[in-house]
C-alpha cells in the first residue's frame, strides 16, 4: 500500500517538476508507522514492556534457528538457516569456542543429528548476558539473527536512526524537550524528513482571520460572541 502510494506521489511529482525522486520504502519502515502511535507514547512517558518468547532454545533439528532467552528476560532470535559457514562465529560470540572443534557440532550435518545438545548449551549462554549486551555483541556474528525488541529498543536502534524512522519535533507547550514521532513509510532520495508539530487548538485562527482582511475590533467582537475561541 505505501509503495503504490509512493510511487504514484512519486510519477506526479515527475510531470509537475520533471524531477524524479528516488522512493524507499521498507519492511522495518512499515512496521515502525503501524505502531507509531505506541512508540509515541512509549517515548514520552518512559513505560514499556518486554514480553518474553515461550520457551527458550533452538528447533528441533537447527539449533541456530530459535529463539534464546536473556538474562533479563529479553529473546535474541536465531534465523541461521544454512549454519555450515556460521558455526565458529557463533561459538566463539556465545562465549564457548571450543564447541566449534566437537564432532558432535562441527559441521551442518552433525549439528542437525546433535540439535537438542547444542540448543542447551546455546540456551545457558544466552541466559547468562542481558539482551542489550547480545543485541550489541552479536553484530559481528556472520549468521542471521534479529533482536526482538520492544518499542523503547526501537527508538535507540540504530537502523532505525539510520533511516531517519524516528524524528523529533517541536513541543507545542515550549518545552526544550522535542517529542520523539514516527516519520511516515516512504522516505524521498535518502533525505532526512523535515515535519513540523501540528498547531494547537484555535493557536492560528487569528492569523488566518487577519489574513483574509478582517481587522482586529471585528476578530475582537468575534470572540466575545463566542463565534471563535
Known amino acids: 500500500m505505501f509503495i503504490a502510494g509512493g510511487i504514484s506521489a512519486a510519477l506526479l511529482h515527475r510531470e509537475r517538476t520533471g524531477e524524479a525522486p528516488v522512493m524507499d520504502v521498507s519492511l522495518l519502515s512499515t512496521a515502525i508507522w503501524a505502531s507509531g502511535a505506541l512508540i509515541a507514547q512509549v ?64 559441521d551442518a550435518r552433525s549439528l542437525f543429528e546433535n540439535a537438542g545438545a547444542c540448543s542447551d548449551y546455546l540456551v545457558k549462554a544466552f541466559a547468562a548476558q542481558p539482551f542489550e549486551y547480545w543485541r550489541n555483541h552479536l553484530k559481528t556474528y556472520t549468521g542471521q539473527w534479529a533482536p526482538i525488541q520492544t518499542f523503547a529498543d526501537l527508538l535507540t536502534d540504530e537502523q532505525a536512526l539510520a533511516n531517519d524512522m524516528i524524528i523529533e519535533v517541536e513541543a507545542a507547550d515550549g518545552s526544550d524537550k522535542p517529542l520523539k514521532l514516527v516519520r511516515g513509510p516512504v522516505q524521498w532520495n535518502g533525505e532526512p524528513t523535515v515535519t513540523t508539530r501540528s498547531p494547537i487548538a484555535s493557536e492560528h485562527t487569528e492569523i488566518v482571520l487577519m489574513e483574509m482582511g478582517i481587522d482586529w475590533d471585528k476578530i475582537e467582537e468575534y470572540k466575545a460572541k463566542g463565534a471563535i475561541a
Not at 90 to 100: D, K, R, T
Open 43 to 106: 517515548a514520552e512517558t518512559g513505560i514499556t514492556t518486554r514480553n518474553s518468547m515461550p520457551g527458550s532454545g533452538g528447533a528441533s533439528r537447527n539449533p541456530f534457528q530459535g529463539n534464546y532467552t536473556t538474562s533479563d528476560g529479553g529473546t535474541i532470535n536465531l534465523c541461521t538457516l544454512s549454519p555450515t559457514a556460521h558455526i565458529r562465529s557463533l561459538f566463539e560470540h556465545v562465549g564457548m569456542p571450543e564447541l566449534a572443534d566437537d564432532p558432535r557440532f562441527a
